[in-house]
């Protein structure tokens, strides 16, 4: 593709964080149909309610920042 590993670092960095803010917008908006239902949240989205729990953590920590 004729990109140099820099380039192709970068690259990766980015969709990285681009999926972390995709999961996070996703989990959010799913907490928000489900009225913070974390239960429900996790079982629709198929994942660990845990990871909800750390989602709702890490937003509330950024909004405070």
Same mark, same amino acid.
């Given at each position: 593709?004729?990109?140099? $590993? $820099? $380039?192709?670092n970068e690259s990766?960095?980015? %969709? /990285? %964080? $681009?999926?972390? +803010? %995709?999961?996070?917008? *996703?989990?959010? +908006?799913?907490?928000?149909?489900?009225?913070?239902? =974390? /239960?429900?949240? /996790?079982? *629709? *989205?198929? =994942?660990?309610?845990?990871? =909800?729990?750390?989602?709702?953590?890490?937003?509330? /920590?950024? +909004?405070?920042?």
């Amino acid at each position: 593709l004729g990109m140099d $590993s $820099s $380039s192709c670092n970068e690259s990766l960095v980015h %969709s /990285a %964080s $681009s999926l972390a +803010e %995709s999961q996070q917008r *996703l989990i959010g +908006e799913t907490l928000q149909t489900q009225r913070g239902n =974390v /239960a429900k949240t /996790a079982r *629709l *989205l198929g =994942v660990p309610r845990g990871l =909800v729990y750390r989602h709702m953590r890490k937003a509330q /920590a950024d +909004e405070t920042d």
